[in-house]
C-alpha cells in the first residue's frame, strides 16, 4: 500500500488550524494555502483537524501482482561511536538464513560518519550489499534523518523484508518507516521463518503477557517489517573472503535536517550489571528463597567468571536489582554458559536465555519446565549441590 497527502487550494481557507494540528511542524501556509514538506509522515493529524476537508490523505493499495516486485532482506545496522552494535551482525545471521527460502539479496543499511570499516564487517558477516549514507552529521542516531535515508534504502532496494533490531533505536525508527510504508509492523520477535509457498514471514512474538506465543503475517503489503530481540538470533562466523557492493546514498542537507539538537551523549555504564555480554551466567529464582542466599551464585560467578543473571520472581521479590533481570521482560542473553539454579524455565524466562550455548538447570522439581529445554539437568537441592560445585572447582584449581 502506497499513501500521498493531497491538498485541495480550492477549498482551503489558509485558516492554519492544520499548522497547529501537525506534530512535525510539517505543514505552513503559502500565499494562504496549506503546503505539506518533506517532513510529513502522513499521521493523519492534519486531515482530521480540517474544517473544510480540504486535506485528504489518499491511501492506493498495492495490485497482489506488484507484491511479487518487492525482493530480498534489508537489516538496518544499528550503530554506535562509528562501530556495529553486535544485533546487526545477528540479524544478518537470521537473514541469511531466510534469504534460502526468500531468495532474494541479503542488504545493510548503514548511516555513520565514516562506514569503510563497519561495511566491511557486514559484508564479512553476511551482506550482499550496504546501503551506506556517510556524514558528521550521523556520527549518532538522529530520529528524522535515519527514518528518510532508510525509506531511501527501501525504495531503492524494494526488499520483501525489513528487519531491525529491537533496542530504543529500532524501536523509534521503524515504527515511522512502517507508517509512511503504510505497511505492517511486528514488534520484539522471537523467531523468524519464511514461508516461500506463501511468500510470506512468518513472525514470532510472546503475547498476552508472555503466556503464549503469537506467529503474525503480513499478507497484503511490502515490505513485511519486524524487530527482533537482541541476543535470541546467532551471529555468522566472519568470512573475510565474501565480497559485496556498497552503494552510496549520498544525504543531501535535507535529508540530515533535525528538529532535534544533540547537546551531549552520555554512554551507560552498566559494569558487572551489563549480563547481555557475559560469557558464563549463572542465574537464581524463586528457589533461592532470599536475597542472602544470592551469595552462592556470586561466590560461583565469580569462580566462572561470569556474572549473576536472576529471575522476574527474584527481581520482584527484591532479592536482585532490575539490570540483573533475564527474560521477557528484562535482558536476552547468549552466553557460552547459563546455569539456571531454583528457576521453573517458564516461557517468560525461555525467551530471554534460550540462545545459550549450554543450559544447565538445578531444581528439586522433576516436572519443572526448564528440564524440557536445558541441555542437562539436575534434580538437586541447590543449597547442597552449589557449595559442593564451588568446593570442587577450588580444589581442582589447587
Known sequence: ????????????????VCVSACPFGAISLVDGIATVSD???????????????????????????DLGSWSGILVYAEQREGKVDHSALELLGAARSLSEAEGGAVSAALFTDDGSEACRQLVEHGA???????????????????TRLLLAAVRRARPSVVLAAATTTGRDLMPRVAKVLCTGLTADCTGLEYDPVKNLLLQTRPAFGGNIMATIVCERTRPQMATVRPRVMKALAPDPSRRGEIIDLRPSPADLESRARLREFIPLEEGAADIAE???????GRGLK??????????????????????????DSGWMPY??????TGKTVQPKIYLACGISGAVQHRVGMQS??????????????IFGFCDEGFVADLFELLPALAREIRRRRG
Request: aromatic share 4%.
Open 128 to 146: 550482499d550489499r550496504v546501503f551506506l549514507a556517510e556524514s558528521p552529521a550521523l556520527h549518532h542516531y538522529s530520529t528524522e534523518p535515519s
Open 278 to 284: 557475559a560469557q558464563v551466567i549463572v542465574s537464581g
Open 39 to 65: 517532513a510529513c509522515t502522513l499521521c493523519g493529524a492534519c486531515e482530521a483537524s480540517c474544517p473544510f476537508s480540504a486535506i485528504i490523505i489518499r491511501r492506493d493499495k498495492e495490485k497482489a501482482d
Open 356 to 369: 545459550s550455548d549450554r543450559i544447565y538447570a538445578v531444581n528439586r522439581d522433576p516436572t519443572a519446565p
Open 290 to 315: 532470599s536475597g542472602e542466599n544470592f551469595r552462592m551464585l556470586d561466590d560461583l560467578a565469580s569462580l566462572l567468571g561470569g556474572s549473576v543473571g536472576a529471575s522476574r520472581a527474584a527481581v
Open 1 to 16: 500500500m502506497t499513501a500521498r497527502i493531497e491538498i485541495r487550494p480550492e477549498v482551503c481557507t489558509g485558516c492554519g
Open 323 to 328: 539490570p540483573h533481570q533475564v527474560g521477557q
